[in-house]
């Protein structure tokens, strides 16, 4: 979570309002943030971190572990309207990308604010082509986009 | 995201719009379901709401997912903390 917190910011710019899950409860957060996380992040964590000690909102989202009794690395986006747009889920020995995420919120900020007009090709970084769906483009995309390297 | 009075209950995160035998949800349920019907996230779904305690810069506070909606949310769950990855 301390990767999240240190590129805090640029969620900010998006408009991401972020929250951290775990099965540690909020006083536990608040002495991982004073002992040990403030040492990473200048100012500590700086979004909302939750406590869910009985695994219930896990159990919502598909990643409470029953077995361990804890929650996996699960990251959720989520549009304005509430809707789940992108999940990922991982065991814990693996820590997630930030890069990535952001990527996939740009690019899903972009597909709304063009009202669905535009989608985001393979490996698509903000500035680069997107691809407009509709009859031109069937059977078209080798016009506009190549699978590189 | 409201502050509360800290007791020393376990007080833990509830989902909402799930009927549940014990512990009475922490707000009104947003819509009343029956345990079968029970919120499972899925891509292009609606996120389960819930409300859960939470830490906040300094502060403990409460935290309702609904609250938030009109803007995008990253929610990141993860082992636990003081862990290493």
Known sequence: ????ADKY???Q???VEVFSVSVDSHFVHKMWND???TKMVDGGVPFHMLSDQAGNIGRAYGVYDEGQGI???????????GVIQAMEVLTPPVGRKFAETVRQIQAFQLVRASKGTEATPAGWEPGEAVLKPGPDLVGNVWKVWKPHE | MDEK???CARI???VLGEERAEAPPVTQPVQGKGKEERMTARVGGKAPDFTAPAYHRGAFTNVQLSKSFGKWILLCFYPGDFTFV
Request: proline residues 7%; glycine residues 14%.
């Open chain 1, 13 to 15: 710019q998006l408009g």
């Open chain 1, 1 to 4: 979570m301390s990767a999240v």
């Open chain 2, 5 to 7: 009075p800290q007791g």
């Open chain 2, 12 to 14: 833990t995160g509830a």
């Open chain 1, 35 to 37: 002992h040990e996380l």
């Open chain 1, 71 to 81: 929650e996996l690395r699960g990251r959720f986006i989520i549009d304005p309207d």
């Open chain 1, 9 to 11: 910011k640029q969620l």
